[in-house]
């Protein structure tokens, strides 16, 4: 299936591993453009390779703070720039921060907050007057099953989300007359270098522990039983990134293999 992204151009943040990388890739499979930002430039130029050989488009690596501003700003325009355009963004940058109530800090929150919520703001905000004036764009929220049903433990990220889905609703209903396509995609366990760091944790108490092991134990719980590769959460971004999403607007779409108590 053609899904016209051929030529168009996409910012990925958090787009040096995991979720975002596997829609960069996706992106770049189909023919678009992809600008993916992350704070560490040594591993976004290592993803800016494996993006580049997977696919036709071109790619461009950012070091960005999504927490700063300006620094979004400069990035974006620096896209546009490049390639005259910008026509698809992904919110993905942000990690899990898990804990009961009366363990979370104001400090957490904060950092949660920036990221997650405010990181999601200044990237939509600097992109959508080059959507705009296109009259043609998507934005693609990355949250949690959690943000629909939060679970015992999980804040402030189950907070966080919830704030995330709650904006991109709003956004989608300000942006409809601009062709300006707003939706969120709510993921749970994917292979990543977040979880990488958990197994690497748990692997010095049990120094017999595998990667695979890991994985096997994290998803025996999920109705799917596996945890989900970065490129089938990737797809499903692709998917709503394109033409054939053209009526898809305002949407929630778990990809969590089954595990949300919601739909």
């Known amino acids: 299936m053609d899904l016209g992204l051929s ?20 992106l770049a499979a189909e023919g678009a453009n992809v600008a993916i930002f992350a704070r560490d430039q040594g591993r976004l130029d290592a993803a800016a390779a494996d993006i580049d050989a997977a696919g036709s488009g071109e790619v461009l690596a950012l070091s960005c703070d999504v927490t700063d501003r300006e620094a979004v700003q400069a990035s974006v325009q620096q896209v546009v720039d490049k390639w005259g355009r910008l026509d698809i963004l992904v919110n993905n940058a942000g990690t899990s921060s898990a804990a009961k109530f009366d363990a979370m800090t104001t400090d957490m929150l904060t950092i ?5 919520v405010y990181g999601a703001m200044h990237c939509a905000q600097a992109a959508l007057p080059h959507m705009q004036k296109a009259k043609w764009g998507r934005i693609i929220n990355i949250t949690t ?3 629909k049903a939060a679970g015992a433990g999980t804040l402030p990220t189950s907070l966080s989300r919830a704030a995330g889905i709650a904006m991109t609703k709003a956004m989608s209903k300000d942006y409809a007359p601009d062709n300006i396509l707003v939706n969120t995609v709510c993921v749970s366990l994917t292979k990543s270098g977040q979880q990488r760091k958990r197994y690497e944790a748990l692997k010095k108490d049990d120094p017999s ?5 890991f994985y096997e134990q994290a998803g025996a719980n999920l109705p799917l039983g596996r945890v989900a590769e970065a490129h089938e959460v ?5 998917f709503l990134a394109s033409e054939r999403a053209s009526y898809v607007a305002g949407a929630s779409l778990n990809v969590d293999g089954g595990a949300a108590p919601v739909v």
């Open 145 to 147: 099953p959690g943000g």
């Open 209 to 213: 522990l595998t990667l695979d092991a």
């Open 7 to 26: 030529g168009r151009v996409a910012i990925v943040t958090g787009g040096s591993d995991g979720i975002g990388k596997g829609a960069a890739i996706s």
């Open 234 to 238: 990737g797809d499903v971004i692709c």
């Open 112 to 116: 949660d907050l920036q990221i997650k």
